[in-house]
């Protein structure tokens, strides 16, 4: 019997202007519209193929090499939603096989560490959908697809796209207009490049769907920031992306990262997602910004201690005199810099920044980290010719 395949990559996201609240808990719909910036696949990816066949005899997922349920509630909802879809395609003409009554075996990787706060459910859900979606042959935009990506997990739906993306919220109760939309292409400001510091940490604080529940009850700030302070944001940082408006968009992502770790901290009993280690890098960043009296970085962090650092490449050489100097010790940079660029980031330290700095560093804070990506904006979902199926048996390489 035959067996149908398809493949593709899905990109990470991190959010410039966080998602935090749901108001619907099953369809996966935000309180807040957010942003994002789509990250280059060499470095984060994930990797999935589906398979489909009328001789299957169950829905199995294989994640990372190992098996892993398909039962969860979130993971029936994308599956179901995309075997409607086929449905309707298939009631058109009677020519197609079949496929929406078919079981699935899904085979996935992601090129970095799963569960590690570096959003692989983003780039998991979003790589699931898109492989089904090309499956099925479904005629449908990215942006209906990312309605479904987006009951996977919320932030997924961002990941359906490259370059700038913006998740609306939407107002209608059944999340049909609560969908990602393509804020720029990522040729549109290409320059774009982020270094996450990887803060070690031995487990999360609180997982994201329990903590943004618990905000949402408890929080009294929360209210001001949904209300009045992200809508008012919302259109400011797209502006500020389309006028490619670094110190803008920079001043905003900070503040936005900052306003939602206060909404955690302002529930009760509080949630902490940043260590001493996430609050000397914003301090550093600070130091930084004001030493150059120019806005060359920003950060943000997750719901974890991990921190993302946005940067315009020609900041680069200004901007890693002082981080390399700090985290020099962590593995990571030899993947994106020769030894002679890594030079130049020291000599400048020596000859521009040791000479006027005004501030002590801490010369420990690199053991806080584990590693650190150099990675950039990026392009949405990709086509690929690579296949983690064995077309003959249906089952994993
Ligand atoms: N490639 C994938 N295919 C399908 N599901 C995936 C894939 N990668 C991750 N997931 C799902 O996402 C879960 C991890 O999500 P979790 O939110 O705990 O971590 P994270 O997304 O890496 O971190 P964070 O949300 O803090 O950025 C995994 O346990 C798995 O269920
Ligand atoms: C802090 C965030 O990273 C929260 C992401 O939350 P998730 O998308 O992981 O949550 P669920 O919808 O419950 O799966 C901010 C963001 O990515 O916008």
Redesign the pocket.
């Known amino acids: 019997m035959s067996i149908y395949t398809a493949s593709t990559t899905a990109p990470v996201?991190?959010?410039t202007?966080?998602?935090?609240g749901?108001r619907d808990k099953t369809l996966?719909l935000p309180t807040n519209s957010?942003i994002?910036v789509t990250l280059a696949q060499e470095d984060l990816r994930t990797l999935t193929s589906v398979a489909t066949s009328e001789s299957f005899s169950q829905d199995q997922l294989w994640l990372n090499g190992q098996p892993e349920s398909l039962q969860g509630e979130?993971t029936q909802h994308c599956l179901q939603d995309l075997r409607n879809l086929r449905a309707r395609v298939e009631a058109q003409d009677s020519n197609l096989p079949r496929m929406s009554q078919w079981k699935l075996h899904i085979v996935s990787e992601n090129n970095f560490p799963t569960a590690a706060g570096l959003?692989s459910?983003?780039a998991g859900f979003a790589a699931l959908v898109m492989a089904i979606a090309k499956l099925y042959q479904l005629p449908d935009s990215h942006s209906e697809i990312s309605k479904i990506a987006?009951k996977?997990?919320?932030?997924?739906c961002?990941s359906l796209f490259g370059g700038y993306v913006a998740?609306e919220m939407g107002s209608e109760s059944d999340g049909s207009d609560s969908k990602a939309v393509e804020v720029a292409p990522q040729s549109h400001w290409p320059e774009m490049k982020a270094a996450i510091l990887v803060v070690s940490a031995d487990r999360k604080d609180t997982?994201?769907?329990s903590g943004?529940q618990h905000t949402v009850a408890t929080s009294d700030l929360f209210q001001e920031r949904i209300h009045n302070v992200v809508p008012k944001r919302f259109e400011e940082m797209k502006q500020a992306i389309q006028d490619r408006d670094f110190t803008r968009f920079a001043e905003l992502t900070m503040r936005d990262s900052n306003s939602?770790h206060a909404t955690c901290l302002d529930s009760f009993p509080p949630i902490f997602?940043m260590n001493d280690t996430s609050r000397k890098i914003v301090k550093l960043c600070h130091q930084i910004n004001a030493f150059y009296d120019e806005t060359i970085v920003a950060y943000t962090f997750?719901?974890g201690p991990n921190a993302v650092l946005y940067y315009l490449q020609e900041n680069e050489a200004k901007l890693m005199a002082f981080v390399h100097h700090v985290f020099q010790k962590n593995s990571g940079w030899e993947t994106k810099f020769s030894q002679g660029d890594l030079e130049k980031f020291s000599d400048f330290f020596k000859t521009r920044v040791a000479p006027e700095v005004a501030f002590e560093f801490d010369e420990e804070l690199y053991k806080g980290v584990s590693r650190v990506i150099l990675t950039q904006v990026g392009p949405g979902p990709l086509d690929t010719t690579e296949c983690l199926i064995n077309k003959s048996t249906g089952y994993p390489n």
């Open positions: 996201n991190i959010a202007l966080k998602y935090w749901k996966n957010s994002s979130r959003a459910s983003a987006r996977g997990s919320g932030s997924a961002r998740w997982p994201s769907t943004m939602f997602y997750d719901a």
